[in-house]
């Protein structure tokens, strides 16, 4: 059976879902098919939003709603360090927010998310084949691109405009033209599951037993994203809307293995359990059986994001790492900037220039975050002192040059991917220079015993992240501590010196700090 559409997107989680639905929005005679090959959507990697995703979710789609009764609001980040495996729950460093948060994010059930997306996109018109899987696909043809399915409805063929890939981290279109590249400069892999029997971050039982522990902080640690840190890897900690907890841990082969053992699921459990945090909050925990996942070399791109008659968006056009929880920005980005451009093109307007722009600006985009957030910043994730210094320059850097622009004119924002112009290439080498220095900063510990000394007895709990001038306080916070490791560097280095011969050459950690 053959049909014939002005757009055709394969993938209907939330890139290609929220696609779909700004298109229609904009132009609601377009004739739009989504096609979805499972039968049910399953878990990502990470269940959380920033603020710049969900700005896009609550002003752009009109989910607040449905966010605010099917979801949970989260309240920030929480950050966990420790450096000895019996410490005391009460001695491990906490960083992370002492009050509620300003501005909206959500913890996220994303086979939940995915479905009420694809929901709105056939509410507002939408045609979709589900379950369905692509056979084939053509994008020069004569006559327009094409591609073929199968599915229960038998065989399927459309014709069509525009073929948008959505299929996220399956990448068809990269994979099958050759632009497909992982990014072999960050070996990050991530294992996680659900969990039940999750020891509640406010209950009673903490009041009695750690006072201090609860009297500090004015917001409720529960619905906060808490992490746990060591050095090359980190946990993730994330309540969901029913009970269920999902965790996982991220980790940079090159750094640290993760720990044998029978399943899976058994061994992310028993290295969450090495922890002392991570044994006090599921000391009677279990993973849900059948729940539990694994993904190896998690960082890819695409070297080329569209052509005429086609374009990528979200996962299919790349991932970095999912610390942070950047992942639903560059769906938020790269949905908004292609749905505009097909509605451009199929209301007869050139997007000669907009194809040019996104395949430009695309690649830029993703070297700039990877490079300015991630890059080799699995060295220093288990010094409390340096990813401190880093999780608020980070941030902060984040709601100078994203969160304003986003709440200031949502519209317009989107249209713009991060890191482009003048502005963007300077907060881009403001961050990289950092993120290298605090990365040696590490390397200058580990070799010298220095690493983690200070992971016990100090609490850094901040007034919280707003996007206006407020922010300064928590720049400076962030400049003061990097400073304070520099001066600790150098002495360290001066120390160093005195014991060391002096025929001796130097050695190669020294040239790195």
Same mark, same amino acid.
């Given at each position: ?383 409390? %002192?340096?990813?401190? /210094?880093? #999780?608020? &320059?980070?941030? @902060?850097?984040?709601?100078?040059? =994203? *969160? $304003?622009?986003?709440?200031? %004119?949502?519209?317009? /924002?989107? #249209?713009? &991917?991060?890191? @482009?112009?003048?502005?963007?290439? =300077? *907060? $881009? ?11 040696? &900063? ?72």
């Amino acid at each position: 059976m053959n049909f014939e559409y002005d757009v055709v997107i394969v993938g209907g989680a939330f890139s290609g879902a929220a696609t779909a639905l700004i298109l229609k929005r904009k132009r609601p005679e377009a004739r739009v098919l989504i096609i979805e090959k499972t039968a049910e959507f399953d878990r990502k990697v990470g269940e959380s939003t920033t603020e710049v995703s969900s700005c896009y979710m609550t002003r752009i789609l009109g989910l607040t709603h449905y966010l605010g009764h099917h979801q949970l609001a989260k309240q920030g980040l929480r950050l966990w360090f420790s450096n000895q495996p019996d410490q005391r729950f009460d001695d491990c460093v906490e960083i992370g927010t002492r009050y509620q948060s300003r501005l909206p994010s959500f913890q996220v059930d994303r086979a939940k998310l995915d479905s009420h997306m694809l929901e709105l996109a056939v509410r507002a018109g939408c045609e979709l084949w589900r379950p369905a899987k692509v056979t084939s696909f053509e994008l020069h043809n004569s006559n327009g691109p094409k591609v073929s399915t199968v599915g229960d409805l038998g065989e399927r063929t459309a014709s069509c405009r525009w073929i948008i890939d959505a299929t996220g981290r399956a990448t068809m279109f990269a994979r099958k033209l050759g632009y497909l590249r992982p990014n072999t400069e960050h070996p990050i892999n991530a294992v996680w599951a659900r969990f039940t029997g999750v020891k509640e971050w406010d209950s009673y039982e903490w009041r009695e037993r750690f006072p201090g522990y609860t009297n500090r902080c004015r917001t409720a640690r529960e619905w906060a994203t808490n992490h746990l840190f060591g050095r090359g890897w980190w946990v993730w900690i994330i309540p969901l809307h029913g009970g269920d907890v999902s965790a996982g841990i991220v980790y940079d082969s090159r750094i640290f293995k993760f720990p044998e053992g029978p399943s899976l699921g058994q061994r992310l459990l028993a290295h969450i359990l090495s922890n002392p945090v991570g044994r006090e909050i599921f000391g009677s925990a279990h993973a849900i059986e059948g729940d539990v996942h694994a993904l190896s070399m998690l960082p890819y791109y695409s070297e080329k994001v569209c052509d005429p008659g086609w374009a990528a968006v979200g996962d299919a056009a790349g991932f970095i790492d999912p610390l942070y929880s950047p992942g639903l920005d560059f769906c938020s980005y790269t949905s908004y900037y292609v749905a505009n451009l097909l509605e451009r093109s199929l209301s007869g307007k050139d997007v000669t220039e907009q194809l040019r722009h996104y395949n430009q600006q695309y690649p830029i985009t993703y070297r700039s975050w990877f490079e300015s957030l991630y890059k080799d910043k699995y060295y220093y994730m288990g010094d409390a %002192d340096l990813m401190s /210094a880093a #999780l608020l &320059l980070d941030v @902060s850097s984040y709601y100078v040059g =994203l *969160v $304003r622009a986003a709440y200031r %004119d949502p519209e317009c /924002a989107f #249209l713009n &991917l991060p890191f @482009s112009g003048l502005g963007g290439t =300077l *907060v $881009r080498n403001m961050m990289n220079f950092y993120n290298r220095r605090l990365v040696a &900063l590490a390397k200058r510990r580990w070799v010298a015993g220095y690493y983690g000394r200070r992971n016990a007895g100090w609490r850094e709990l901040y007034d919280g992240f707003v996007p206006d001038i407020r922010l300064r306080k928590q720049i400076s916070r962030g400049l003061r501590r990097w400073w304070k490791c520099e001066l600790i560097n150098l002495a360290l280095m001066l120390r160093r010196a005195s014991v060391v011969p002096a025929h001796q050459p130097p050695t190669t950690v020294a040239t790195e700090a």
